[in-house]
């Protein structure tokens, strides 16, 4: 019955939306943890990430049962696909933030290079990111989906910056080549956290409207 089989795409889809949620949890409390050099937030980060992943797998078992035991038909067949390829990009963001809340631990250890500028700005770009992404799932929105690709080139070039401030401190000053290195390995993880969350937003684009999307520097 087709009750039915909405019934549990729409499930589907809401317990991807809790996943974007987790990870948003997790990226706004690395970022806390970073500036506040807040070590219990940080650990917090990174054990909620086995949650993410058994709601990886949770989710995955359930876009698998749904196709052997209902038949969806093609338009159907294309969200569950998207999920399940969208579920390996949320994973992997829940793991760069992660990977920003254990370098926060590394550097609560010592005085800040200096105050946090640009990396608090990047994770905010990221959860403004994540709040447009839940919206364009939530609505069927093509449109926002299209604006959280576009809002990827915010957290890139927010990082080229943030890299080319660290690199001039490490030429200044040698004896800052080791933390300002962690702050770039943090940068980064935003940086790839934010490719993550473009590659959701494509695969959102693809489900509502079978159009293959792809911005300029993602074809070779």
Known sequence: MREVLDKALNELVGETLRMLSLVREMTQKATEALVEGNRAKAEEVIAKDQEVDALELKIENQAVAVIARHQPVASDLRLIFTIIKALTDLERAGDYAMHVAEDA???AQEPPLKRYVTLPEMGKRLLEMMDTLGKAVAERDPGLARKVVEMDDQVDGLYEEVTRELITYMLEDPRTITKALTLMRVARSYERLGDHLENVGERVIYWL????????????
């Open 209 to 220: 409207t079978g159009e293959v999307y792809k911005t300029p520097e993602d074809v070779y």
């Open 105 to 107: 631990l590394l550097l």
